[in-house]
């Protein structure tokens, strides 16, 4: 057997290699979309990808979604686009048409808007369809059968996704009627164990796969009661207020009134640099402790209460009388503060 080039050189003539089809990956940087991504590179296809970073999902948290992506991209020789959904996520946070998971995770909205962002990269480069690395039953709000159908008609890509880790399971999508893929090359992965995934792992040399990530900070319960309360009691909130979200012990003083009280040095740090016109900044002064933040249209009045909390996670002695020092808008005073009791703090504790 002659190889082509081989043949076409002997004849004279100029080589010309077919064109790969491209497809589009939504890469998390789990192991599954680094799988899937394989999956369509062996069959042929050029694959790019599309990563997608929201306000509550951060590229180095650490917490598994989208962490190293741009490494995980190399790997896989894809190019990659990441995508930012700030504003148009809070926005549909605020009420996400098809629900919130356990914690304040809007899984279906929050996927077709990932997908949505895939398409309009399609679009542009004109790629054939999109993969993700989505199995079947492996998580309990956005990747059961009508979830996905949900997505794909939410998004406007009906038969438009094909998900290769579990494609032989599911409906056959536009590239598989077109002959683009074939049902036999798509796996039949279903439910939670990662036995599967392993294995493909290591026959894609896939070296020290990632465990499976700990989702993004909206299926954390805690988190997710932080944001909830947030939402509830905030017309839009910002980015500057998720921020906040993410750090601190948090305390709802009223309707429009927050103290966050930082747990250690980065929170503080943290604290100080998100601290906005208005907002009141609290801090023990002869004694280690941490930094507070009094945010709302009813901050001032909460002064005094949100120094005694301020006092209580302090180093400073018990029942002892201390200096706390209060900032607002570049002015300083110094109130004089004892320690809270809990019977008067942890109520307000969300
Ligand atoms: S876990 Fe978070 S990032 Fe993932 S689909 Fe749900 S809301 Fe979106």
């Known amino acids: 057997m002659y190889d082509v080039k081989f043949v076409y050189a002997v004849f004279g003539l100029i080589y010309v290699p077919e064109e790969k089809k491209k497809v589009v990956a939504l890469l998390s940087g789990g192991l599954d979309s680094q799988l899937a991504v394989r999956m369509m590179q062996e069959q042929g296809f050029d694959v790019s990808a599309v990563a997608i970073k929201t306000p509550f999902c951060d590229f180095d948290c650490g917490r598994g979604c989208g962490f190293e992506i741009r490494e995980r991209a ?9 995508v930012y959904l ?4 809070i926005e549909m946070l605020k009420h996400p048409k098809h629900g919130t998971g356990a914690g304040f995770n809007p899984c279906i909205d929050c996927r077709a808007m990932m997908f949505e962002a895939a398409k309009k990269h399609m679009e542009e480069i ?9 199995v079947l039953g492996q ?10 159908r949900t997505i794909e008609k939410e998004s406007g890509l009906v038969g438009k996704i094909v998900r290769p880790l579990s494609g032989g399971l599911l ?12 049902r036999e090359n798509l796996g039949m992965i279903r439910g939670r164990t990662r036995r599967n995934q392993l294995d493909m792992a290591r026959k894609y040399g896939i070296e020290n796969p990632p465990n499976a990530g700990g989702g993004c900070l909206l299926t954390d319960p805690a988190f997710g009661l932080k944001a909830k309360d947030l939402f509830s009691h905030t017309e839009t909130p910002t980015i500057n207020d998720i921020d906040l979200l993410k750090i601190g012990r948090h305390f709802r003083l009223d309707d429009q009134t927050k103290l966050v009280v930082g747990r250690n040095k980065n929170e503080n740090e943290v604290i100080k640099a998100i601290a906005l016109p208005g907002d009141i900044l609290l801090e023990v002064r002869d004694h280690v402790g941490p930094i507070s933040i009094l945010r709302g249209s009813g901050a001032s009045q909460h002064t005094e ?37 809990e ?6 504790r969300i």
């Open 74 to 82: 190399d790997d896989l020789n894809v190019n990659l686009k990441t």
């Open 305 to 341: 209460f949100a120094a005694s909390v301020t006092v209580r996670y302090s180093d400073a002695p018990k029942e002892e009388s201390v200096t706390v020092v209060v900032t607002k808008n570049d002015s300083n005073k110094e109130v004089s503060s004892k320690r809270a009791r």
């Open 139 to 148: 998580r309990p709000m956005s990747q059961h059968g009508p979830a996905l």
């Open 86 to 89: 700030g504003d148009e996520y």
């Open 171 to 182: 409906p056959s999508t536009d590239a598989e009627k077109e002959g683009l893929i074939r």
């Open 343 to 348: 019977e008067s703090y942890l109520k307000f």
């Open 126 to 134: 004109g790629a054939e369809f999109i993969i993700s690395g989505e």
